[in-house]
C-alpha cells in the first residue's frame, strides 16, 4: 500500500527540515521524502497544500480512566479523541481503579490499546500502591509489562523519604518519575490560585509555593538519587527557576505545561465555571508568560494536555464541590496554534518540536521523525481553519472544557498512524469493529 502527500510544508525538528516536500508512505512506513516525487500509478494522493505536515504528536500526560471509570472515559473514547486531536501516541496515567500499581492492571490498558489498535498507548505505573503514597508499587514488575514512566498524579507523594526510595528504584530501572508537585499542606481546601482574584471571587486559595516547595524538593531527590526526574504540568516562575537551575547544574530534571496554564488566568474563573477548576489551578498572567517565555527558552521540554475528562455530574454542580480537571485532547493543538503561533508568542517548529521530539526525549525513546525506514506516524495542521471550540463534538466522554465557544484558527486537519489516515478534520475516518462507545 502507498501513500503520497503532496505539496505541504514539512516540518521536522529532528531532521533539521522546513519545506515544500512531498511525503511517500509505503506499507506503514516513510519510504522517501523529496521534492517532486513521481505519482505514476499511485492511487491514494493527499494534497497537502497550504497544510502543515509533521511526525506523529505524541501527549504524555492522558487520563485514560479506564479501567474503573468508564463512565469519565474509556480507551475506544480516549484514543478516538486523541486521534481527532492529532495524537498518533499517548501515555495514560495510573489513576484508574485499580490503579495501574502492578503488571496485571498494566497489561489490560495494554492489550486493550492494542484491540482498539487507534494510537499507541505507553501506560505510566504508579509510583505507590493505591497511590497512597506509602508503599511502593510493582515497580519491576510494570516496567516489565511495559510501563514508560512512574507516577502517582492527581496525588503527590507527601512523604520524602517514600519519594526518595521511589527515585532510587527507578534509577536502576531507566525510567523517569512524573511527579505531580503540590505540597498538600499548602493546597488543601484550596480552589484556586491564591491572590487578588480569590480574594475578589471569595474563593479558597492555592498559593503558588504549594506547587514550588515540592519541586525544589523533588529536585533535590533526584540530584541525591541521580534519577530522571519530569514534573509534571508546571504553572509557576518558581517551579521555572528551580527547574532552570536544576538543569544548568545538570540534573536529570525535565517538565511539561499544559495548553490551559499557557493560555489562561484565574481571571476567568469569575463566572465560577466549573470547567475552569484545574489542579493546578489557572494562575496570573505574571505566571503565564514566564511559562510562555520559558517555552521559547528550552527551559520546557514539552507540552502535554493533562487530559482529564469528567463525567457532567461532576462537573454541573458548586464550584466547590466540581471534580478538578480539562479534558484537552481535542482543543490541544488549536488552542496552541490560534493562542500562541498566530500571534507570534511561539514558532510553529517549536510548537512541533514541544509536541514530537520533546515528549520523546522526555521518554528517553528514539525521536520521531520522517525518515525512510521509520512508522509513518505523521500529524497535518491545517493553519487557516478556523472553527469553534463544540465539546459536543468531541470523541471524548469529557466534555469539560474552559475553551467551549472559543473560535479558533489552527486545527488538525489529517492523523496517520503506521501509514493508515485515522483521522480527517476532526472526524474518525475509519470505523471501529469494537462496537458502542
Ligand atoms: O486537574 C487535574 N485533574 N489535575 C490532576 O492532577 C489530576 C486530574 C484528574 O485525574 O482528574
Ligand atoms: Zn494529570
Same mark, same amino acid.
Given at each position: 500500500m502507498k501513500l503520497l502527500i503532496r505539496g505541504g510544508r514539512v516540518i521536522d525538528p529532528e531532521n533539521n527540515i522546513d519545506g515544500i516536500l512531498d511525503v511517500l508512505i509505503e506499507n506503514n512506513k516513510i519510504k522517501a521524502i523529496g521534492r517532486d516525487i513521481p505519482v505514476n500509478g499511485l492511487r491514494d494522493i493527499i494534497n497537502a497544500e497550504g497544510k502543515i505536515v509533521s511526525p506523529g504528536f505524541i501527549d504524555i500526560h492522558v487520563h485514560l480512566r479506564d479501567p474503573g471509570y468508564e463512565y469519565k472515559e474509556d480507551i475506544i473514547t480516549g484514543s478516538k479523541s486523541a486521534a481527532a486531536g492529532g495524537f498518533t501516541t499517548i501515555c495514560c496515567m495510573p489513576n484508574t481503579d485499580p490503579v495501574i500499581h502492578d503488571g496485571v492492571v498494566a497489561k489490560y490498558v495494554l492489550n486493550r490499546s492494542r484491540e482498539v489498535g487507534l494510537v499507541d498507548i505507553l501506560p505510566i505505573g504508579s509510583i505507590t500502591r493505591n497511590l497512597e503514597g506509602e508503599e511502593l508499587s510493582e515497580m519491576a514488575e510494570l516496567a516489565e509489562a511495559g510501563c514508560v514512566a512512574f507516577s502517582d498524579d492527581g496525588n503527590p507523594v507527601m512523604r520524602s523519604d517514600v519519594m526518595r526510595h521511589a527515585l532510587d528504584y527507578v534509577r536502576m530501572l531507566n525510567l523517569p518519575i512524573f511527579s505531580h508537585c503540590e505540597d498538600l499542606n499548602l493546597?488543601?481546601?484550596?480552589?484556586?490560585?491564591?491572590?487578588y482574584y480569590s480574594t475578589l471571587y471569595g474563593l479558597q486559595g492555592i498559593p503558588a509555593q504549594a506547587e514550588d516547595v515540592m519541586v525544589a524538593r523533588d529536585v533535590g531527590l533526584a540530584t541525591l538519587t541521580g534519577a530522571r526526574l519530569h514534573v509534571c504540568h508546571i504553572s509557576t516562575i518558581g517551579s521555572l527557576q528551580i527547574i532552570k537551575e536544576a538543569k544548568t547544574a545538570g540534573a536529570h530534571v525535565t517538565c511539561e505545561v499544559t495548553p490551559h496554564h499557557l493560555t489562561l488566568t484565574g481571571e476567568i474563573v469569575g463566572d465560577y465555571?466549573?470547567?475552569? %477548576?484545574?489542579? /493546578?489551578p489557572l494562575r496570573t498572567e505574571a505566571h503565564v508568560k514566564a511559562l510562555v517565555d520559558a517555552l521559547n527558552k528550552g527551559i520546557i521540554d514539552c507540552i502535554a494536555t493533562d487530559h482529564a475528562p469528567h463525567n457532567i455530574e461532576c462537573k454541573d454542580c458548586e464550584y466547590s464541590e466540581a471534580s478538578t480537571g480539562i479534558s484537552g485532547l481535542e482543543t490541544a493543538v488549536p488552542v496552541i496554534m490560534d493562542k500562541l503561533v498566530n500571534v507570534g508568542l511561539l514558532s510553529i517548529t517549536d510548537m512541533i518540536r514541544l509536541f514530537t521530539v520533546g515528549p520523546c526525549r522526555v521518554l528517553g525513546i528514539d525521536p520521531v521523525r520522517l525518515?525512510?525506514?521509520?512508522?509513518?506516524?505523521i500529524t497535518i495542521i491545517d493553519p487557516n481553519e478556523v472553527r469553534r471550540v463544540n465539546p459536543?463534538?468531541?470523541?471524548?466522554?469529557? %466534555?469539560?472544557? /474552559?475553551?467551549?465557544g472559543m473560535e479558533l484558527r489552527g486545527w488538525p486537519w489529517m492523523t496517520i498512524k503506521g501509514g493508515r489516515i485515522i483521522a480527517r478534520e476532526g472526524h474518525l475516518v475509519q470505523s471501529m469493529s469494537l462496537g458502542s462507545q
Open positions: 493546597s488543601r481546601n484550596g480552589l484556586v490560585h491564591e491572590g465555571d466549573p470547567d475552569t %477548576k484545574v489542579n /493546578p525518515s525512510p525506514g521509520y512508522t509513518a506516524d459536543a463534538t468531541f470523541y471524548s466522554k469529557g %466534555k469539560n472544557t /474552559p475553551f467551549k
